[in-house]
């Protein structure tokens, strides 16, 4: 007669069980906390889908969304965009950014130029140009209205990317296409 343990322990499977599913349990618990963690502490990679760069400041470090979007409704955020090109971010009333954003450079000799809130316009100190909010021309020397760009925000980080559709203020294929 064999008298010895059956191989296999019913009560050692379930502590087995038992402990894979506490191990289970802690291990996604632990990653559901640090995952937001780790993905606020690295940093999103620096290129996007189209072109796409992120906003930066102008010690070239990426420009996190809350900081803009912490401004009042209104403002006209400098950053450096595409090609390190000086651009106005635009915050929304609804307290988002705008998805166009209009490069400072002055179509006329490539000054830079300040938002005048008062007047509601880009005026260019060199040659006197002004442009409405979109960048529209509204007095020259400036030929043409100011370049555009897409803004979009995923994460909390600012992707810049070209504008290459139709310019919504003439109808027609942009002049920097
Ligand atoms: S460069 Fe802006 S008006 Fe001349």
């Known amino acids: 007669m064999n008298r010895s343990l059956p191989l296999e322990n019913p009560s050692l499977s379930r502590r087995q069980l038992l402990n894979f599913l506490t191990g289970s349990v802690v291990a996604s618990t632990a990653a559901a906390v640090l995952y937001p963690v780790a993905k606020y502490f690295i940093p999103p990679a620096e290129s996007g889908e189209g072109g796409a760069i992120l906003a930066k400041d102008i010690l070239g470090n990426p420009i996190p969304a809350s900081q803009i979007l912490a401004q009042p409704a209104g403002t006209r955020a400098l950053v450096a965009g595409l090609a390190g090109e000086p651009t106005y971010l635009i915050v929304k009333q609804e307290g988002t950014l705008d998805n166009m954003g209009i490069v400072d450079n002055c179509t006329h000799l490539g000054c830079t130029f300040p938002w005048n809130e008062n007047d509601q316009q880009f005026q260019c100190p060199c040659h006197g140009s002004r442009y409405s909010a979109d960048g529209s021309v509204i007095r020259g020397p400036a030929p043409l209205p100011l370049k ?17 559709e139709i310019d919504p203020r003439t109808n027609e294929t942009p002049w920097w296409v």
Do not use: K, M, R
């Open 148 to 164: 555009l760009v897409h803004i979009a925000v995923t994460d909390n980080a600012i992707w810049i990317s070209p504008w290459l």
